[in-house]
């Protein structure tokens, strides 16, 4: 199977921006919701932001205000627009889509780190 690449993280600083990108192989059956989670060390994996086809957007309590999550639908791509970040946020983002299979499919992740 094709897997989601991700791409645009790093390494900045606090109060710094980036902006990570998803690229979405065509899948037979369409994709219902795009999102994007994160896992620190030692910690779980969690919901960071999320989007349906329809353009319905979820945030986590702890990024609100702060990342925009968008999708361009003719090129297949989600983005993650990350602005204030501070050191709490620095964790593996992981690309996620869900097809009206459904099936779930992951990408392999991109490091964050954000520097006090």
């Known amino acids: 199977q094709a897997q989601l690449v991700e791409s645009g993280g790093g390494l900045v600083q606090n109060g710094g921006s980036l902006r990570l990108s998803c690229a979405v192989p065509r899948y037979r059956f369409s994709i219902r919701t795009m999102a994007w989670y994160r896992q620190a060390p030692g910690k779980q994996r969690e919901l960071v932001a999320s989007?349906?086809?329809?353009?319905?957007?979820t945030y986590a309590d702890s990024v609100k205000g702060r990342f925009t999550i968008s999708r361009d639908n003719a090129k297949n791509t989600v983005f993650l627009q990350m602005s204030s970040l501070n050191p709490e946020d620095t964790a593996v983002y992981h690309c996620?889509?869900?097809?009206?299979?459904?099936?779930?499919?992951w990408g392999q992740g991109t490091q964050v780190t954000v520097s006090s």
């Open positions: 989007i349906t086809s329809g353009g319905t957007t």
């Open positions: 996620n889509i869900i097809t009206s299979l459904p099936a779930t499919y």
